[in-house]
C-alpha cells in the first residue's frame, strides 16, 4: 500500500511540474565560436636534422678513439724500451684528447639540433603588446598571470 502511495504521490509531482522549471522556454545556447586554424610556417629543419646527424656521428666516433687510447694505454704499460715509453704515453693522452673532444661537440651539437628544431622559433613576432608579450612580461590584469617566462 505504501509504495503505491508513494508511486502516485511521485506522478503527480511530475505531471504538475510547470514547463518552464525544465528549462522548455529557455533559449538555446549560441554554437561554440569557430577559431581559425593557424596557417603552417612551413619552417625547414634542416639545420638541425644536419647538427642532428653530425653530433650523433660524433658521439658514435668517440667510442673507437677511446678503445684506441685504451690499446695504446695497454702498449705504455708493458713497454720496456726507456725511449719509448714516452712517445706512447703522449700517443695515449692524443687519443684521449681526440676521443673528449669527439664526445663534447657531438653532445654539443645534438643539444643545438634539439634547440633549434623544438625551442627556437625565428619567425616568432617579439613585440610588447599585450597581444604577444616578449620573453619576460610583467603584465596585472585579472586574467592573467601576473608574470610570464616564454621561450
Known sequence: MRSRLAALMLAAMACGTPAWAAGA???????FEVVPKRPDEG??????????????????????????????????????????????????????NYAKASLLVGELLLATAVWMRFVHHPNASRTSSLDTPERLTLDVRPDRCALALRF
Open 25 to 31: 522556454d529557455a533559449p538555446a545556447a549560441p554554437p
Open 43 to 96: 619552417h625547414s629543419h634542416k639545420l638541425a636534422l644536419g647538427f642532428a646527424i653530425t653530433g650523433v656521428a660524433l658521439v658514435a666516433a668517440s667510442f673507437p678513439l677511446a678503445a684506441e687510447g685504451d690499446r695504446r694505454y695497454d702498449a705504455y704499460l708493458v713497454e720496456t724500451d726507456v725511449s719509448q715509453i714516452e712517445n706512447r704515453f703522449q700517443a695515449t693522452l692524443k687519443m684521449d
